[in-house]
């Protein structure tokens, strides 16, 4: 069980340093982009996270609501 356990800690230490060194020699201190709007295939299905369809909405509701007024 001990020799399971030191198995395992040493594997995730290794994944750790790996990634660590990944970024250093990368120079990208972010990491990897994993927001759905950077996926190309998302983008051309119209695809877009909460945040950016919220923004938009907001827009558009801003953009008819000002049409609407302007009519009057």
Known sequence: MLKLLLITAG????AVVL??????IKG???????H???SKAMRER???C????????RFQLKTRKMKHYHKN
Not at 19 to 24: D, E, N, S
């Open 11 to 14: 594997i995730v230490g290794l």
């Open 19 to 24: 990634l660590a060194l990944k970024l250093l």
């Open 28 to 34: 990208d201190a972010r990491g990897p982009m994993t």
């Open 36 to 38: 759905i709007g950077a």
């Open 46 to 48: 119209g695809i877009h």
């Open 50 to 57: 909460v945040e950016s369809m919220d923004s938009i909405e």
